[in-house]
């Protein structure tokens, strides 16, 4: 670890004890080495009266330095002192009101230093030694508070972008659930609709059309097989360790879905117009997720007898319109139904827009979603 580390690790009451006790074995040194056996207890009263301060340097640094001067002042007031300057206490306190006083109590400390020591020095030499001091410690002491100002805005920004970065992935957490529940409902959904309208069918299948009966029963089988791949490709999403994973549906698998929804009483027609282009891979996955949910509740709530599914291919967007001819909007797609907030929800992801009412055109239903192309990852 960096000596500067090191010292910014101990805690600053320690630090000042013992910066006070360097710099008054440093002053108290002349004093008690000097082989003159009259020396005046004046001078170590000054030393002690200049140094013991240190100790409240950071809580009140501009008062700190005020009474250190005002005793290094006293202490040519006797001749037997050692000849010593007795400037160390006053530097570190200059540098101390310049690193934590604000700025006009730092300004007028620096001031009084100066006027003080060239009015009260009697050598001019030494004067202007001391002017210089002042100042340097000033200027040091300001240069450490700008490092530690910094030091503490980059800390406040790295701690910041810290923060950041986990609301996002809460967020993208939260994205995904959204995300996994939308398909778990369009697959549940549409698989159990399915399955319970082709279960009723069946006894009626059975005694007017015996030979549609197994065609009835083997679209059960085939609704429940394909719901669970697509829960088990969308449960392996939440494994860790989870190999190479089977893609989601697409647009391409739309012709299929159409099949598996028709059955004797819903006719389901599928029309492409226009050129179609490679989507991106949100995009095509929404197609097909909002087109089954579209079909989905026409089968749970519409009583229709024909659906029609028509794809818009245009220069900048995908126009996806579901029609059916069923009792309207009095029970097609609730507007406040999962069914088509997860429709929205998967438009407006893909920055599209989707919309739900009845026809114009005569009864039934229809959902129209536009997606923007883009190009293909």
Known sequence: MPLFDRLRAIPALQLDVALTALV??????PLLS?????????GYAVVLAATVPLMWRRRAPVVTLIVILGAVAL???SDRVAAQPVWYGALVAMYSAAAYAS??????ALAMATVGGLAFTG???????????????????????????????????????????????ERAVERERARIARDMHDILAHAVSLMVVQAEAGPVVVRSDPDR?????????????????????????????????APQPTIADLPGLTDQVANPGLAVNYVVTGTPVPLPG?????????????????????GATRADIRLDWRDDELMIHITDDGKGASRALPR???????????????????????????PGFEVVVRLPLGVAA
């Open 103 to 108: 700025r006009w109590p730092r300004v007028i």
């Open 75 to 77: 202490y040519d007031l």
């Open 282 to 302: 949100d995009v095509d996955v929404a197609a097909y997720r909002v087109t089954q949910e579209a079909l989905t509740n026409i089968v749970k709530h519409s």
């Open 34 to 42: 000097s082989a003159r056996e009259s020396l005046s207890w004046w």
């Open 336 to 362: 406040g139904g999962n069914g088509l907030i997860g429709i929205r929800e998967r438009a407006a992801a893909c920055h599209g827009t989707a919309s739900a009412g009845p026809r114009s055109d005569g």
């Open 213 to 245: 009966a197994e065609a009835t029963f083997d679209a059960i089988a085939a609704s429940g097989r394909d719901a669970m791949t697509q829960l088990r490709r969308l449960l392996g999403v939440l494994k860790e360790g989870e190999g190479q994973r």
């Open 123 to 169: 050598s001019s030499d030494t004067a202007v030694r001391g002017v210089v001091l002042f100042v340097a410690a000033y200027a040091v002491g300001r240069a450490a508070a700008v490092s530690r100002s910094h030091a503490a805005a980059l800390e406040e920004r790295a701690a910041q972008l810290q923060r950041e970065r986990r609301i996002e992935a």
């Open 24 to 29: 008054l074995v440093v002053q108290l040194w």
